[in-house]
């Protein structure tokens, strides 16, 4: 069982949160009834859907890991599982992700853009010193 997989089963065991076909048609997503909320792209690379506001919040403590890229302007941050810690990192941010559109929605005519995967926004390389 990969990394992504291992993930994707606990998530869909939360009562609020369904499986579904990612609307950028690559790999697997995990949707609330505000909509999309993680797009699972490969064996490793994941995709969570954050208000811009959370994104600000946490922007510090998230550029502090090798294991999240932040994609400025996107409301998607892309998360790499290469350790079962990666794992319990998401499934933490998917938490926050969860309270954060209650505690902190995005404006509603503020438009969605496409997850990071669309964006080219995938990991280049394991340096997070220009971040």
């Known amino acids: 069982m ?4 291992r993930a994707l089963a606990q998530l869909a065991t939360w009562p609020d949160l369904t499986q579904a076909v990612p609307s950028c048609g690559l790999g697997q997503a995990v949707s609330s009834a505000e909509g999309e ?3 699972f792209h490969s064996d490793r690379d994941v995709d969570l859907r954050l208000t811009a506001h959370a994104i600000r919040h946490f922007a510090k403590n998230l550029k502090s890991t090798g294991a999240i890229r932040i994609v400025p302007g996107s409301q998607w941050v ?3 599982l290469d350790a079962a810690s990666d794992v319990d990192l998401l499934l933490t941010l998917v938490s926050v992700a969860l309270q954060a559109r209650q505690s902190w929605p995005d404006p509603a005519d503020r438009p969605v853009f496409g997850c990071n995967d669309q964006r080219g926004a995938g990991f280049v390389s ?3 010193s220009g971040m």
């Open 126 to 128: 394991a340096d997070t």
């Open 2 to 5: 990969t990394l992504a997989s």
């Open 37 to 39: 909320i993680v797009h």
């Open 78 to 80: 892309t998360i790499r």
